[in-house]
């Protein structure tokens, strides 16, 4: 039995009366440690310290600090995780590292149908490289295999997928994959913060993540890498100044710092930074098996409520595991018109996204959801089917993010 108060920790967090959030798989809530946080970090510090927070409030060490509050929930060894940039400039960090280290080797796989953006910077590294020392290929992961994998560099894959909401096996992939000479990057954005792993012990060689989804570190908060230790001598390919091994002596020729400082490149938000460093103290004696205990607990009874629906099981197809061991933390259905669907069910207050061509996402943060909000959401899925309120013409109006 989970030794979490989940009722006490909800209350940490702002949840706007009248909303059931299931979108916290795109951005967490805001915790209130966070906000009296922030307005601490603006009106004591940087008004009061100027510049010289910068050694009084260490806000030099906050890249590699928040990164240690990072390494418990990811299972990963103290030194090895940084936060800093964005997920995508730290994926490009890693895929290069790869690509030096397996340097007998030039090809990117990746899984097809990827997370775009994953795709994007390994196709920009194969154009940046050239053919002959970069090119990527993009496979179905239920091919994946050491035969097909044998000419790989690197094996680039998303922990959760994001459309479908399914968990894959690190460990088992990882094996398999280095077993062919394969290094792997994990991608942890939908699944960091809500799953319970273990870096060290799948023996994963690089990992990337963000920190505004489970792990609730605002819009746009910065990204993470994780470098297991045995590859840290590796070259940060964006050698920049905060990486260095002397920083403020200013030398002319790049000397990069021992260990995952070297990853850093230039001058990070101090107040991204102390919001993210504030929302993960939310974290901070939770067991990662307790949260993976009850994001599967929403989750499943989701899910059963979806089963227990004729109107659900005959406009909505589930597009997301059944089994523990094969889900995240969201519940995707498939629905025609889909779109307008999570606009009328936004109007009513319950909170998800739409994803191509035809997902509704339902993301529960173990840390506030609910069985509350499960039904309440199943509730409100039924009567928008029903009356068909979804055709109504302000529903089909697409905002920039949807």
């Not at 035969?147 to 922990?159: F, N, R």
Request: aromatic share 8%.
């Amino acid at each position: 039995m989970s030794a979490i108060d989940f009722d006490k920790l909800r209350s940490r967090f702002h949840l706007p009366d009248g909303k059931v959030y299931l979108d916290g798989n795109s951005l967490g809530a805001l915790p209130r440690h966070t906000e009296t946080r922030l307005k601490e970090v603006i009106s004591a510090e940087w008004a009061d310290e100027l510049v010289s927070g910068w050694n009084t409030k260490a806000w030099i060490d906050l890249p590699l600090s928040v990164g240690e509050q990072i390494a418990p929930i990811i299972g990963a060894a103290s030194g090895t995780v940084v936060c800093c940039d964005s997920l995508s400039i730290n994926l490009f960090k890693a895929l290069t590292a790869c690509l030096e280290l397996n340097e007998g080797r030039s090809l990117i796989t990746l899984e097809d149908g990827q997370f775009p953006t994953d795709s994007y910077i390994a196709d920009g590294l194969s154009r940046l490289l050239g053919a002959d020392r970069c090119r990527t290929q993009a496979v179905d992961i239920a091919a994946l295999t050491p035969e097909t994998l044998s000419e790989s560099a690197v094996l680039l894959l998303s922990h959760v997928d994001y459309k479908s909401g399914a968990l894959r096996d690190m460990g088992a992939i990882t094996a398999m994959a280095q077993s062919a000479g394969c290094l792997v990057i994990w991608d942890l954005a939908h699944s960091a913060g809500a799953i319970d792993m273990d870096l060290e012990a799948s023996q994963v060689d690089f990992a990337v993540g963000c920190t505004y989804k489970f792990l609730n570190g605002g819009p746009g908060a910065p990204g993470f890498l994780y470098v297991a230790e045995r590859h840290q001598e590796v070259q940060n390919p964006l050698p920049g100044w905060m990486g260095h091994a002397r920083l403020f002596d200013f030398e002319a020729k790049y000397e990069a710092a021992p260990g995952i400082k070297r990853f850093l490149t230039g001058t990070q938000s101090v107040l991204a930074l102390s919001a993210v460093s504030a929302s993960l103290s939310v974290f901070e004696g939770l067991a990662m098996h307790d949260v993976r205990a009850r994001s599967l607990a929403l989750t499943g009874h989701f899910i059963a409520r979806w089963e227990q629906s004729s109107v659900l099981q005959s406009h909505a197809a589930l597009g997301t595991p059944i089994d523990d061991a094969q889900r995240g933390s969201q519940v995707s259905l498939a629905l025609e018109s889909a779109f307008p669907v999570s606009q009328a069910l936004i109007a009513d207050g319950v909170i998800v996204d739409f994803r191509e061509p035809n997902i509704v996402r339902f993301g529960f943060s173990p840390l506030y959801n609910t069985f509350s909000d499960a039904d309440q959401a199943i509730a409100s899925l039924e009567a928008v089917l029903t009356s068909e309120r979804h055709r109504l013409p302000q529903f089909q109006i697409r905002s920039t993010v949807t």
